[in-house]
């Protein structure tokens, strides 16, 4: 059963034939590749917020790659620790779909699954794994779920909002939180940054009671010139390669390049 709730009034939303409509009328159409906007405008910072296409397409070339599945399996591995099967799971700011949809199989179970991303291009992109995931573009800032109704809620490198995080989870929730690290991908930066700042970390705890926290590394090699221009163009850093250091990117090939990552497990009381 979903717990899907309007954006505008928190009413729960009822599924009438091709759209989604909640007790005060608002209706939203589920779109022809099935997923649901359920954005407001006022939400719209830009016409089209959230990664653009070229850097999803680099991140879905990538992850379908498997080079981050590490990150996958510690996540799922999380998931099944901490919470039983079946779920209510909500994967925050999923992108083009691939950990939800992975997420999916690898539960193999009857839990409801939602992937919320503010990217339109993102969710169409996540549609095309499969249509028995909720596939919503929405906000993370007004997550359109039901007060604590969701057990879990992951989020992968992206922003959360730690007011909306409580109100969606159950008494008891759990939040997992993948969060990169100072060193994280550290071989380009030392490509591409003359200096490099390694920031306290500290800003990306959340106010929540921590059950685990722990770092998790591995170096990858990627196997060729796309692969290498696929993992740096779906990162911010491609986007700050100075024009004199641009000259690097037609040398580069394979490529040794170190994952470092925090993922913490909160749950909110
Ligand atoms: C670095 S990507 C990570 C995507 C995915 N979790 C992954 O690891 O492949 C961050 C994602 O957060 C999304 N995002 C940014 N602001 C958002 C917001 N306010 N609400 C929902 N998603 C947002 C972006 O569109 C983007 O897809
Ligand atoms: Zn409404």
Not at 121 to 139: E, F, L, P, R, S
Not at 153 to 177: D, M, P, Q, S, W
Not at 185 to 211: A, G, H, M, N, T
Not at 243 to 262: A, N, S
Request: include cysteine; glycine fraction near 4%; aromatic fraction near 10%.
């Amino acid at each position: 059963m979903h717990q899907l709730a309007c954006p505008k009034c928190h009413e729960p939303l009822v599924l009438n034939q091709k759209s989604y409509r909640c007790f005060h009328g608002h209706c939203y159409d589920i779109a022809k590749q099935k997923y649901i906007n359920l954005l407001l405008n006022p939400d719209k910072a830009t016409n089209n917020p959230g990664d653009n296409k070229e850097s999803l397409l680099c991140r879905q070339h990538h992850l379908n790659k498997g080079y981050y599945d590490g990150i996958l399996n510690e996540v799922v591995q999380c998931i099944e620790k901490y919470t039983p099967s079946p779920r209510q799971l909500l994967d925050l700011g999923c992108g083009e779909g691939y950990y939800t949809y992975r997420i999916k199989q690898l539960l193999n179970d009857d839990s409801t699954i939602y992937g919320l991303d503010i990217s339109k291009a993102g969710i169409q992109m996540a549609t095309k794994y499969t249509k028995d995931i909720y596939w919503i573009v929405g906000n993370s800032k007004n997550i359109p779920i039901l007060d604590h109704s969701l057990d879990v809620i992951t989020a992968l490198f992206t922003v959360v909002n730690v007011a909306e995080l409580k109100r969606c989870l159950k008494n008891n929730g759990y939040i997992i939180h993948v969060t990169a690290n100072p060193y994280h991908l550290v071989e380009f930066k030392e490509l591409i940054y003359d200096e490099i700042k390694v920031k306290s970390d500290q800003y990306i705890r959340l106010p929540f009671d921590i059950i685990e926290s722990y770092d998790y590394k591995q170096t990858i090699h990627l196997k060729n010139r796309e692969d290498t221009l696929n993992l740096l163009q779906m990162t911010p850093h491609y986007y700050h390669i100075k024009k004199e250091r641009r000259p690097i990117l037609e040398t580069l090939g394979e490529f040794d390049v170190t994952i470092d990552i925090r993922i913490t497990v909160y749950q909110v009381s």
